[in-house]
Antibody
Framework: QVQLQESGPGLVKASETLSLTCTVS????????WSWIRQPAGKGLEWIGR???????NSNPSLKSRVTMSVDTSKNQFSLKLTSVAAADTAVYYC?????????????????WGQGTLVTVSS | QSALTQPASVSGSPGQSITISCTGT?????????VSWYRQYPGKAPKLMIY???NRPSGISNRFSGSKSGNTASLTISGLQAEDEADYYC??????????FGGGTKLTVL
C-alpha cells in the first residue's frame, strides 16, 4: 500500500522560505507524477505544482515565480520550496500521487495523498 | 487560472439522489475528458471518487457517478447515506498543462 508523509517546519516567518518534503513508502517514486496541493483553513483546495520522477515540473501560474520542486529518487522523496511567504500562504499542505506517466500523461488525478501538514506563516 | 465553480452547498435525504455541478471553461472541462471528483471529511485528506469524467477507482461504490456536458461536469450520488455527508471537490486538467480545483461543495444529509 502506497503511503505518503509530509515533513517540514510547521511555522515559517513571513518573507522566508517554506520547505517541505514528501516521503513515499510502499511503492516506487518512478514513473509517477507527484503534486503539492494546499488548503487554507475553511477553504478549498489549490494545486501548487507537479514534478515527474525525471525532475521535470510545472506549477500554478499564480505561484510559479515562488515555487521550486525537486525529486530524490534514491530516497523516494520529493520536495517543495515556496519563497517569500506571507500570511496568505498559511494552509495545510498535502503531497499527492498523480498518474503513471506511461498510462496518464496528465498526472491530474490524485489517487494517494499524504495526511497533510499545517504550515503557519508568522509575522 | 480561475477556480472551477461549484455550488457552496447541497442537501438531500437518505435514499435520495443529489447532483453537484462543476462549471469550467473551454480551456479546462470543455476541452478535456480529464475531470475528477474528491470527497473530503473534516480534518482528513481528500479521496479520489471519480476520474476521467465517469470512471470509478477500485473500491468506490457504484452509487457515485460522473458525467459532463460542454463546460460543466456533474457528480451524482444515488441512494444517499449518512456517510456521504462531506465536502466534495471537482478538478480538471487545463490547456496550460496545470490542474484546477473547484471551490468545493458541502453535502448535508438531512
Amino acid at each position: 500500500q502506497v503511503q505518503l508523509q509530509e515533513s517540514g517546519p510547521g511555522l515559517v516567518k513571513a518573507s522566508e522560505t517554506l520547505s517541505l518534503t514528501c516521503t513515499v513508502s510502499g511503492g516506487s517514486i518512478s514513473p509517477y507524477y507527484w503534486s503539492w496541493i494546499r488548503q487554507p483553513a475553511g477553504k478549498g483546495l489549490e494545486w501548487i505544482g507537479r514534478i515527474y520522477s525525471s525532475g521535470s515540473s510545472n506549477s500554478n501560474p499564480s505561484l510559479k515565480s515562488r515555487v521550486t520542486m525537486s525529486v530524490d529518487t534514491s530516497k523516494n522523496q520529493f520536495s517543495l520550496k515556496l519563497t517569500s511567504v506571507a500570511a496568505a500562504d498559511t494552509a495545510v499542505y498535502y503531497c499527492a500521487r498523480g498518474g503513471n506517466y506511461y498510462y496518464d500523461t496528465t498526472g491530474y488525478r490524485f489517487d494517494y495523498w499524504g495526511q497533510g501538514t499545517l504550515v503557519t506563516v508568522s509575522s | 487560472q480561475s477556480a472551477l465553480t461549484q455550488p457552496a452547498s447541497v442537501s438531500g435525504s437518505p435514499g435520495q439522489s443529489i447532483t453537484i455541478s462543476c462549471t469550467g471553461t473551454s480551456s479546462d472541462i470543455g476541452d478535456y475528458n480529464y475531470v475528477s471528483w474528491y470527497r473530503q471529511y473534516p480534518g482528513k485528506a481528500p479521496k479520489l471518487m471519480i476520474y476521467d469524467v465517469s470512471n470509478r477507482p477500485s473500491g468506490i461504490s457504484n452509487r457515485f457517478s460522473g458525467s459532463k456536458s460542454g463546460n460543466t461536469a456533474s457528480l451524482t450520488i444515488s441512494g444517499l447515506q449518512a456517510e456521504d455527508e462531506a465536502d466534495y471537490y471537482c478538478s480538471s486538467y487545463t490547456i496550460s498543462s496545470t490542474v484546477v480545483f473547484g471551490g468545493g461543495t458541502k453535502l448535508t444529509v438531512l
